[in-house]
């Protein structure tokens, strides 16, 4: 017959550290982003792509244009005339890079 052990386990957090659940540090993450705006430069370096590319596979295919232009109330600002910058909101551009990765880097 088994016998179950009552075994109480310490493990010792440094001062300088805090434990949180995995919720609570997803919920921070995005509220880093919350009210954030990014850039070109800004979305090249969080893709590691130059913006060529990212116009080419990303912004102006029309299966993900027609929801990302805010035009049409997505959440990407086009330019709409030279000297006019590229403008993303930065929560739902980095759900979008997240919930469409393969879409986009497995072409």
């Known amino acids: 017959m088994e016998q179950l052990l009552d075994v109480s386990l310490s493990i010792p957090i440094p001062a300088d550290k805090i434990l949180i659940s995995k919720v609570e540090l997803q919920e921070l993450r995005e509220q880093s982003l919350s009210g954030v705006y990014w850039n ?4 090249e370096k969080k893709t590691a ?12 295919p029309s299966r993900f244009r027609k ?5 049409n109330g997505g959440f990407v600002f086009y330019p709409q005339a030279k000297g006019q ?5 930065a929560s ?4 979008f890079l997240d919930k469409h ?5 497995n072409k």
Do not use: T
């Not at 070109?40 to 979305?43: A, Y």
């Not at 929801?67 to 035009?71: G, N, Q, T």
């Open 92 to 95: 739902k551009m980095a759900a």
């Open 49 to 60: 792509r130059k913006s060529e590319w990212i116009k080419e596979n990303i912004l102006y």
């Open 40 to 43: 070109m430069k800004d979305l």
């Open 101 to 105: 990765f393969a879409e986009i880097f």
């Open 67 to 71: 929801f990302l232009d805010s035009a």
């Open 85 to 89: 910058n590229w403008s993303f909101q």
